[in-house]
């Protein structure tokens, strides 16, 4: 059975119940390059498309984690929207945005996401704009993905994976200490009102200046 939703304009949900994994993996060898995301949580299937705003949201978060990393001086292997999943948990789907941190010397020269040999993204982005991420959730914390950043249009909420198997919102960001949610909130905030590279380097200026004030 199937239902189709449409949160917003551009965007539209479709969710089929009873499917099989072998249906799940020929859906996603044939979907190629277009803009679809696919989750798949026990036998449950899920066909996101993707609108402009939904998109633009993304490449935002993307670049503040791209100017963090560079401020607080690590390293990152981005994997953008991979494809994880698992036979065995009958889980699958791709998070808006995916990086390795913490382990991106682990996988540096890995080409292909292996499960059973690969640590997960130490960090997600989601950009939920009609509340139905619940799914794609659940198979995050299956794999094993330890933070989530979750925006749904109007808040950004850092959560982490705790023993439960359930995520919980927390103050600050595993991946960069110190960071709150509300400090990149008034950034998220300002898109729209200067340009990308604008925004970033006003982003960049502050954590420098943050981390500044931290150093003994």
Same mark, same amino acid.
Do not use: C
């Given at each position: 059975m199937a239902t189709i939703q449409t949160p917003i304009p551009g965007d539209q949900w479709v969710v089929f119940?009873?499917?099989?994994?072998?249906?799940y993996l020929s859906l996603l060898q044939s979907r190629g390059e277009r803009h679809v995301r696919l989750t798949f949580h026990r036998g449950v299937l899920e066909i996101l498309t993707l609108s402009k705003l939904h998109e633009i949201l993304s490449e935002v978060l993307d670049n503040f984690v791209k100017v963090l990393v560079k401020e607080y001086g690590l390293e990152v292997q981005s994997v953008g929207s991979m494809t994880m999943h698992s036979e065995e948990l009958q889980s699958g789907g791709e998070a808006d945005k995916a990086y390795y941190i913490r382990h991106e010397e682990i996988v540096r020269d890995r080409e292909k996401y292996d499960p059973v040999i690969d640590p997960p993204p130490d960090l997600a982005v989601?950009?939920? @704009?009609?509340?139905? #991420?619940?799914?794609?959730?659940l198979v995050f914390a299956e794999l094993g993905i330890p933070e989530l950043w979750q925006y749904d249009g109007e808040r @950004?909420?850092?959560? #982490?994976?705790?023993?439960?198997?359930?995520?919980?919102?927390i103050e600050q960001s595993?991946?960069?200490?110190?960071?709150?949610?509300?400090?990149l909130q008034s950034f998220v905030d300002r898109r729209g009102t200067v340009g990308e590279i604008a925004l970033d380097d006003e982003l960049a200026k502050w954590v420098r200046a943050s981390l500044k004030t931290r150093r003994p």
């Open positions: 119940d009873d499917v099989p994994w072998e249906t989601e950009v939920d @704009l009609s509340s139905r #991420s619940t799914r794609r959730m @950004l909420v850092f959560k #982490s994976l705790g023993d439960d198997d359930v995520y919980h919102p595993l991946a960069f200490a110190g960071l709150a949610s509300t400090d």
